[in-house]
């Protein structure tokens, strides 16, 4: 039976691998974003909503050591395969042009490579940011638990920070949109014109409502100073 490291190796185990990887991380971005937007619920509902994981311990954990190592599968694969690309074409091309279904070639697709660097960066930076910034402790119903809530409508208040996390969510819709309809793609061997249109085109939607739900968060917050009327005091 083949390895996951024989997998790696193999031109058809990585497409695999990519679009396994890739729909888990799609499955965590979504879980994130609804949790996310428990800024806009009760008052403590975002500080309850982050206390409640914390609270898991050890199932904790090993979630996210099991989110970290998908995490790097999924870039390890996808350096692999642009370099690869990158071996057999070492000089790119002046102009790229579309041969249409099933190529897809657009910015979405050949920014992959960057656009995914970028997320990979950007998710460290992220995780010190709010997993690992200095809260206060404060008490909800006799629990004593973070306010993480302070801390991201603090760092909303910082323009440099706003600006570094639309850019990378901007990204991240780019990324998003070719990276649904290549999972399809590679875990179905199917790239017919009719299905590979529909597919793209949910992932464009898919790519967007992401997109906007995570960028309306920090820009409604420093539009409003953290006081606006969808934010309870």
């Keep these: 039976m083949p390895s996951l490291v024989d997998a ?9 691998l990519s679009g396994i990887t890739g729909i888990l991380l799609g499955i965590f971005i979504i879980f994130h974003l609804i949790g996310n937007l428990t800024l806009f619920g009760s008052e403590q509902a975002f500080n309850i ?3 409640t994981l914390e609270s898991m311990g050890i199932f904790l954990y090993l979630f996210e050591i099991g989110l970290v190592l998908v995490f790097l599968v999924h870039a390890y694969i996808g350096v692999a395969i642009w370099l690869r690309k990158r071996k057999r074409r070492p000089v790119g091309y002046e102009k790229y042009s579309s041969m249409g279904d099933p190529s897809k070639q657009t910015f979405s697709s050949r920014s992959m490579i960057f656009t995914g660097i970028i997320l990979l960066i950007f ?11 200095d809260t206060q402790m404060i008490t909800v119903d006799g629990t004593q638990m973070k306010d993480l809530k302070a801390l991201v409508i603090n760092t909303f208040q910082n323009p440099w920070y706003v600006i ?3 850019v990378v969510m901007i990204l991240l819709g780019f990324h998003l949109r070719h990276g649904a309809w290549s999972a399809f ?3 179905t061997m199917k790239g017919g014109t009719k299905t590979s249109a529909v597919v793209y085109t949910v992932g464009t939607i898919f790519a967007v409502l992401m997109a906007v739900g995570f960028l309306f968060i920090p820009l409604y917050i420093y539009a409003t100073g953290g006081t606006g009327a969808l934010i309870a005091s």
């Design 123 to 133: 998710t460290v930076t992220h995780v010190a940011t709010f997993k690992y910034g």
């Design 185 to 187: 793609t590679s875990l």
């Design 164 to 166: 570094y996390y639309i």
């Design 49 to 51: 909503y982050s206390h």
């Design 8 to 16: 790696a190796r193999s031109q058809v185990g990585r497409k695999i």
